[in-house]
């Protein structure tokens, strides 16, 4: 038998795993498909790999063999237990040392649980974000890989060299231990979410606030799309609000305002819950689309809930126009800062050392937030990789300072016009939050100690021979209660 050529295997014929493998062939490597229907497999390579060095197999068995070691397997196929099943069909074949490589849209404790398996079998296991759909896949992903570290080295140059390109720096850099590929990708998909929501605010507030029709609000972002802006999404979404149908109209002024979710998002909502990190604008996008979907509900309340006389706007309408783009910039600093601020709380509990610029980087092309702004946090924390808050970068500092008037005037006018900004408005609370040095958490506190004798302690410098420094107090508040503290009820 002839010594194996194949530099990786592929398993998962559908859309990505096609599109990657013709990819990774383009940059010169040798690839070995295989796929559960075995007869893709042959389709495949009698239509879209026709003329490719790709090579094909009809059994695990045949795909091992034809790699070189150590074996390097990606699996692009559904994720759950499918990723499980071939897993466990890879183990007889594989050796000390081979790599699986999970490409697909794993939550990420999957993938902490499966490094451990298979770090505990001799192997070593690589949890791949994947981004940029079946485009990126063909031409160049975003790729964020993790998992066992031995295995970098080894995938290192056919990763980088399949991911997008940005300025000759490759979008692929390993993110960091077990399941930190998957929980990094988990949470640009949560971004990915926000951002789109608050370019939905923007086109609502141009739209039914202005009075502007479709061209008109394609042009702007056109425009804007040349500035801080500059970005896939924004510039999909004016080709998106440029396209009519047959008839002339819009189509999207045809399409029902019912959006759907697949769920990454409210995992990131979820993670950012669990680690009590205030991720409040990821979290309205997830809602967001929620009050979309009840739509028959929404439709019974508009017949029977009026909200303010809509008014003509009289201010100036460019001015109008330039604070929106800084309301919109502003607010996508603060979903970032949030982001990072999750991946940051994440990896001190997971003991995770995630490198935050190069995550940036990942993320900067290849993928579908992909943006100029990108390029702005890669630059913040390659300047200090420990960088507590994007708002404590000085470009960012002096950005979101910038942007501040015109973002409060969008709200106050949405406000009044009562269109609703969940995104927009979040963001700007989440600011005013985190610069206040007091917040009214003392009233929570003073309650939660008055209703449930849940104590609370002295604000530095009120100390007092009743209010003692750093000790759990509670007050008698009625003069009824007795003087426990609780130690259980929480609220
Ligand atoms: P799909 O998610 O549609 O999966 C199709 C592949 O999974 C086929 O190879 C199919 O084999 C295999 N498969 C299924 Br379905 N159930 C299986 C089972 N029980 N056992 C073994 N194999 C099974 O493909 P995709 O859209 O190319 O996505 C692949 C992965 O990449 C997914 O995890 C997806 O979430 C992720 N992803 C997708 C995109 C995107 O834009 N589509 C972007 C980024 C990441 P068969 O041919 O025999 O049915």
Redo the contacts with the bound molecule.
């Keep these: 038998m002839s010594a194996p050529t194949g530099d990786i295997g592929l398993?998962?014929?559908?859309?990505?795993?096609q599109n990657l493998i013709l990819n990774m062939n383009d940059k010169g490597f040798n690839v070995v498909c295989y796929?559960?229907?075995t007869s893709?497999v042959d389709a495949f390579l009698a239509n879209e790999a026709k003329g490719t060095k790709v090579q094909g197999s009809h059994s695990i068995q045949e795909l091992c063999s034809k790699l070189k070691t150590p074996r390097k397997i990606i699996l692009?196929?559904?994720?759950g237990?499918?990723v499980d099943?071939?897993i466990k069909q890879l183990e007889p074949y594989l050796e000390k040392g081979d790599i699986v490589i999970d490409?697909?849209?794993?939550h990420y404790p999957d993938s902490i649980r499966r490094t451990h398996e298979l770090e505990a079998k001799g192997l070593l296991f690589v949890g791949s974000g994947?981004?940029?759909?079946?485009e990126g896949?063909r031409h160049g992903p975003s790729l964020m890989p993790g998992g066992s570290p031995a295995a970098w080295p080894s995938i290192k140059e056919i990763f980088q060299k399949t991911a997008a390109q940005v300025n000759g720096e490759p979008c692929c850099d390993w993110v960091g231990e077990t399941g930190a590929g998957h929980y990094v990708k988990m949470v640009h998909n949560g971004i990915e979410y926000g951002d789109m929501q608050l370019i939905a605010e923007a086109y609502d507030i141009l739209h039914r606030g202005l009075g502007l029709p479709e061209d008109e609000i394609a042009d702007i972002f056109y425009k804007w799309n040349t500035g801080v802006l500059d970005s896939f999404l924004i510039d999909i979404t004016a080709n998106i609000l440029k396209f009519k149908d047959d008839d002339g109209e819009p189509l999207v002024s045809k399409i029902l305002d019912q959006a759907g979710q697949k769920g990454t998002g409210k995992w990131t909502a979820i993670n950012a819950l669990d680690a009590g990190m205030p991720v409040t604008l990821i979290g309205e996008a997830v809602f967001a689309r929620c009050l979309s979907a009840i739509k028959a509900e929404r439709t019974r309340a508009s017949k029977v809930i009026s909200g303010p006389q809509k008014e003509a706007f009289r201010g100036d309408k460019q001015q109008f126009i330039d604070d929106l783009e800084q309301a919109l910039y502003a607010s996508k600093i603060i979903s970032y800062t949030q982001g990072f601020m999750l991946m940051r709380e994440t990896a001190k509990e997971l003991k995770w050392n995630l490198n935050y610029a190069g995550i940036a980087q990942m993320w900067r092309g290849g993928c579908i937030i992909k943006s100029v702004f990108l390029g702005d946090i890669t630059a913040a924390y390659q300047k200090n990789g420990q960088l507590e808050s994007l708002l404590f970068d000085d470009f960012f500092n002096k950005a979101v300072h910038k942007a501040q008037p015109g973002w409060r005037r969008i709200i106050a006018q949405a406000v009044l016009w009562g269109i609703p900004t969940p995104a927009f408005s979040t963001a700007l609370a989440f600011f005013d939050g985190y610069r206040s040095e007091i917040v009214p958490a003392n009233i929570l506190q003073a309650q939660r100690d008055y209703f449930g004798a849940h104590t609370f302690k002295v604000l530095p410098g009120k100390e007092n021979p009743r209010l003692k420094a750093g000790e759990d107090i509670h007050v008698n508040w009625t003069g009824r209660g007795g003087n426990v503290s609780a130690s259980s009820y929480s609220a």
């Excluded at 398993?11 to 795993?17: C, F, P």
């Excluded at 692009?76 to 994720?79: D, I």
């Excluded at 994947?130 to 079946?134: I, K, Q, R, T």
């Design positions: 398993i998962g014929l559908a859309v990505m795993g796929n559960r229907t893709k692009l196929v559904k994720a237990p499918a099943d071939f490409g697909g849209n794993s994947v981004s940029g759909g079946e896949a």
